[in-house]
Structures are given as C-alpha cells and as structure tokens.
C-alpha cells in the first residue's frame, strides 16, 4: 500500500476548474440521461445532488471564477440558440460568452471566501439571486428527484452536514457519524401518486423555422383540431395544447365558435395570441362547456420577451433585435385561476412555471404550456422539467406541462408518480 502526493500527475483534473464544474452539473446531465427510469434517478440524483454542493464548499476559492463560467455555460449556453430565428445569429458565441461571464461573477462572490461559515450561507440563499431576472439557478432543484426533502430548511440541513465533512479540523469520526445522522433527518419517505386520469396534455413536433409560417399555418391549425378530437373519442375530459399552438390572434379569429362547439365535450386548454390595440399578449385560452376565457402571460422572460433594463436601453435593444416596434408585448398584472369541468387550475406559460411567485395561493393544479422548439437540441428541457418537479414537490402541487418539441408531462408533488405524454 502508497499514498500519492498531492502534486501526482492522477491529481491533475482536481486542479483544472472544468473537472468540478462537471461534478456539479452531474444531477442535470445524469438526470436527462435517465429521466425515463424513475427509481435509477432517484437514487442517482439522491449521490449526485449533495455531491454538487460538495463541490462548491469544498473547491479552491482561487479557481471560484473560472468554475462559475464553466457552470455558466453547461446550464446556460442554450440561452443563445434562440438567435438562430432572428437577424443576427453570428452572435450566438457572444451571448454564450456573457451568460458564462455572468455566472463567472456571481460564483467569485458566492465562493468568495474559502470559510464555510461563509459558503453554506451564501449556497442557501443563491436560489434568491437572479441575474437580470432570470431565476433558473436554483442549486435546490438538483435535489428534485431525489430521496431527499426540497423544503428550505432540509436544504440548509444538508449544507451543513457536507460542511462537517469537508472542514478538516474535526474530529473525523464525530465528524462523519454527525453528518451521516443530519442527512438521514433530511430524506423523505418515497410514495408515489395515482395517475391522473382524462388529462391529456399534448406533445407537438413543430420546427420553430415553421411556427410563424403562413404557407404551414392552416395546416399546424388543422392539426391541432384533429388532437382535439381524437382527444374526444378517447372520453378525455381535458385536453391541453402548447404555447401558441395557435399563433394568432385567437380573439379576433374566426375559429372561436369551432373551439366553443367542441368544448360541450372537452374542456380545451391552448395558447394562442390576444391582440388589442397594438398590444399583444402571449395567452392561455380555455374553452369549457360552451364558454371561454382567456388568462394573459404576467411573468415575461429577460431578453426573450422584455428587455431588464431602463426604458431608454430596453427600446433601443428591443429595435435593434426585433425591428420597427409595431405592436408591444404585454403583460397581466396578477394571475389567474380557473374552475372548470376538469380541474380547478391556475394557467402559466413557459417561463412563469418555473417562478416560485406563480405556486403562492394557487389551485391544486397547475397547467404549465411551453415552446421549447427555441432551444432544442439541448439540456433546456430537462431542466425546466427538473425546476417544475422542485416546485411541484415544494409546494404540494400536480403540474401538467404540454409542451411543442419536447414530451408533455403530469408531475406529481411526491418522487414518484410522474406521467410522460410523448
């Protein structure tokens, strides 16, 4: 037997930032890895979770700024692949460059000092800090689908139990034995949750290129007909549609009263275009028993739908990307909920859904629509499923999420239960 010196070549990727930036992405990858086995997940995301926030408390505060820009990228570089849709998609590179930045910085201040008592602090409150409002970070979420607790507190718990590990002036033993006995407080009996029957969100296979095409607009309409049908001759009760699966102004369009006859069978849930004036709202619609109503999007998503920056900034950027301002995108000042032949529900499009703001005083259920044809192919959609599994489980809720280019899904709020719709 030999014990290696630190200086050894086999300790080499323990130097290189790159290394523990992978062993933190490790719950997001593995996860969309295995995403279709359920009981593999949790007990993988159960070691890799803690694993992740091992890696910030343990790393080497000299090499915080470059692990950050590495997290940065791994979680972020899809942010970019939506200029592949617009007039400058040469700056893909440049955007990816300063969402890594970004991070780069926000880990050089959550890293800062090499204390604990100043990390498992600064770990606990980083799901509160959002860049430009963009609040995807949120290091509990890797904890989604494992056996561990995802309340405030467990996290915190955990923290502290990884930091009697790592602090080398311990005991080790005590240490180890303390550490061990904080973790087991903080796991969660696993249940499972009965199907959720006569629901059935839907999984559509648009190409973002022909979304806003006239030449294939009637025939993605028709398509979404022909679902809405089929849905009705399998006695569905409900059938969900994704983000603008109708990308028009449904208002003023006249499939209105098609919508309202079918709904004496269905209760249809799609989104859709809401014009008024020169205002257009990026809205959920639903048609029930002969009725509609209509809820508008509140929370708009940073640089892709509003600019997080004074008005001056954010009307010259809004010109320069998007052109001439013809018609402005708006925004509902508070949420809504529905109580309709199917579920008591509160309508989210897309980026809302991963807002803790949109589960507070909400309904059982939430309804989740999403066009994830922007980002794919690319780690974007496990992790809005991995952030909507955190806040089902967090805030006791059943998520039903459809979604264009990317499987539908009803999340349950316990480990174990999801349905994926393909």
């Known amino acids: 037997m030999f014990f290696l010196s630190l200086k050894h070549p086999l300790f080499l990727p323990f130097k290189i930032p790159i290394f523990w930036a992978v062993l933190f992405l490790a719950p997001l990858y ?7 086995a359920p009981k593999f997940l949790a007990l993988a995301e159960s070691v890799l ?20 820009l590495f997290v940065g990228f791994g979680m972020f570089y899809w942010t970019a692949l939506s200029f592949r849709y617009n007039t400058y998609p040469l700056l893909m590179p440049l955007i990816v460059l300063l969402v890594a930045l970004c991070y780069g910085v926000l880990f050089y201040l959550l890293l ?65 034995i303390a550490a061990g006995v904080l973790l087991v407080c903080t796991l969660q009996m696993p249940k499972g949750t009965p199907p959720l029957k006569g629901v059935e969100p839907i999984s559509t296979q648009i190409n973002q290129a022909d979304k806003w095409s006239v030449a294939t607009l009637k025939l993605n309409i028709d398509a979404n007909f022909t679902l809405i049908n089929q849905a009705i001759k399998k006695h569905q009760k409900a059938v969900i549609l994704p983000e603008t ?22 209760t249809i849930i799609a989104g859709g275009l809401y014009e008024e004036g020169k205002t257009i709202y990026n809205s959920t619609y639903i048609f029930d028993k002969g009725n509609y109503h209509y809820a508008h999007k509140v929370i708009l998503a940073p640089f892709g739908e509003s600019m997080p920056f004074p008005d001056s900034i954010a009307n010259t950027l809004d010109r320069f990307f998007f052109g001439p301002e013809v018609f402005k995108l708006g925004h509902a000042e508070h949420f809504s909920d529905f109580n309709t032949t199917a579920l008591h529900l509160r309508p989210l499009v897309c980026y809302e859904g991963t807002s803790a703001k949109a589960y507070k005083n909400s309904p059982p259920y939430l309804v989740v629509i999403s066009n994830n044809a922007w ?39 316990t480990l174990f239960g999801d349905q994926v719709f393909k």
């Open 30 to 36: 593995v996860g969309a890895l295995f995403s279709g």
């Open 375 to 413: 980002f794919v192919p690319s780690i974007e959609p496990f992790l809005q499923r991995m952030l909507l599994k955190y806040y089902a489980r967090r805030f006791d809720k059943t998520i039903i999420h459809s979604a264009n280019k990317s499987p539908a899904y009803i999340l349950s709020p």
């Open 49 to 68: 979770a803690p694993l992740s926030l091992w890696v910030c408390l343990r790393l080497n505060a000299k090499q915080r700024f470059l692990f950050g």
């Open 245 to 266: 699966a109708f990308p028009i102004a449904l208002n003023k369009s006249s499939l209105i009263p098609l919508l309202l006859k079918l709904s004496q069978d269905i």
């Open 112 to 176: 800062f000092k090499q204390s604990l008592l100043y990390r498992v602090p600064a770990l606990w409150l980083a799901s509160y800090i959002h860049p430009f409002g963009f609040d995807w970070f949120v290091p509990d979420a890797f904890f989604a689908y494992s056996f561990f607790r995802v309340d405030k507190l467990s996290f915190l718990v955990v923290l502290c139990a990884l930091a009697l590990l790592v602090e080398k002036r311990l005991n080790p033993l005590y240490a180890r």
